[in-house]
C-alpha cells in the first residue's frame, strides 16, 4: 500500500466529511445552541422580573401593613376617643340625676317643714284657742277676743 494514496484518500475523505458536517450537522446543532442559548436568556430575564417582582410584592406588603397598622391606630384611638366621651357623658347624666334628687329631696324637705310650721301653727293656734276660751270664760266681752285671737292666729 502506497502511504501517499493512503493519505490523499484519507484528506479527501476527511474533507468530505468537514463538508457534509459544515452542510449538515452544523446548522442544526448551531440553531439549537442559539435556541438554547435563547431559553436560558429569556428564562435569566424572567428570573431577574420575578425577582424585582417580588421585591415590589414584599414593598407593597410591607406598605399594606404600615397602612393596616395605621388604620388600626386610628381606630383604636377613635374608640378611645368614644369610650371617653360616653364616660363623660355618663357622668353628666349620672351628675345631672344626682342634682335633680338634691333638688327633689330638698324641695321634699322644705314641703315637710312647711308641712310641720302649719300643723304647729294649727297646734299653736288650738292651744291659744284652748286658752283664749278659758280667758273668755271669765270675761264677758267675746267680740274683742274674737278679734285678738284672729290676730294671733295670722301671726302665727
Not at 15 to 28: E, L, S, T
Amino acid at each position: 500500500m502506497n502511504f501517499n494514496a493512503t493519505l490523499i484518500g484519507q484528506s479527501i475523505t476527511f474533507i468530505f466529511f468537514v463538508w457534509f458536517c459544515m452542510k449538515f450537522v452544523w446548522p442544526p446543532i448551531m440553531n439549537a445552541l442559539d435556541t438554547r442559548k435563547k431559553q436560558i436568556a429569556d428564562g435569566l430575564a424572567a428570573a431577574d422580573r420575578g425577582k424585582h417582582e417580588l421585591e415590589l410584592a414584599a414593598r407593597k406588603a410591607g406598605d399594606n401593613m404600615r397602612d393596616a397598622k395605621a388604620q388600626a391606630a386610628e381606630v383604636l384611638a377613635q374608640a378611645e376617643k368614644r369610650a371617653a366621651q360616653i364616660i363623660e357623658e355618663a357622668k353628666q347624666a349620672a351628675k345631672e340625676e344626682g342634682d335633680r334628687q338634691l333638688a327633689a329631696a330638698q324641695a321634699n324637705i322644705e314641703q315637710e317643714a312647711n308641712r310641720a310650721r302649719e300643723s304647729l301653727r294649727e297646734q299653736v293656734a288650738a292651744l291659744a284657742v284652748a286658752g283664749a276660751e278659758k280667758i273668755l270664760r271669765r270675761e264677758v266681752n267675746a267680740q274683742t277676743h274674737a278679734d285678738l285671737l284672729s290676730q294671733l292666729k295670722a301671726e302665727l
